[in-house]
Nanobody, 120 residues
Framework: QVQLVESGGGLVQPGESLTLSCAAS????????MSWYRQAPGKERELVAR????????NYADSVKGRFTISRDDAKNSVSLQMGSLKPEDTAVYYC?????????????WGQGTQVTVSS
């Protein structure tokens, strides 16, 4: 059974840092690109950061470049998102996402999400 379980969300003040983690199971983690998405109230879900297979590449939304860092640990089947200099506009539910090709067919999995609230 495929599972992506996010953790680390919470309430922080502007300017503070937070690290999200995602524990994966039920699929061959090392064969999947991993991403973090977020969805704020009344807005569409958006890509925050993506890391390729083996950590070969990373991509970030313009709004988080220089503040967030995505990393993966294939030995532990986990991906993390270090978030710094947090702003109120970073408030959202953050989702872990896995995407890969299995026998030439795409597979995509989502976690349940973790709430991040940035407020004074």
């Amino acid at each position: 059974q495929v599972q992506l379980v996010e953790s680390g969300g919470g309430l922080v003040q502007p300017g503070e840092s937070l690290t999200l983690s995602c524990a994966a199971s039920g699929f061959t983690f090392s064969n999947y690109a991993m991403s973090w998405y977020r969805q704020a109230p009344g807005k569409e879900r958006e890509l925050v950061a993506r890391i390729g297979i083996g950590g070969s590449s990373t991509n970030y939304a313009d709004s988080v470049k220089g503040r967030f860092t995505i990393s993966r640990d294939d030995a532990k089947n986990s991906v993390s998102l270090q978030m710094g200099s947090l702003k109120p506009e970073d408030t959202a539910v953050y989702y872990c996402n896995a995407w890969g090709l299995v026998l030439f067919r795409s597979r995509e999995y989502w976690g349940q999400g973790t709430q991040v609230t940035v407020s004074s």
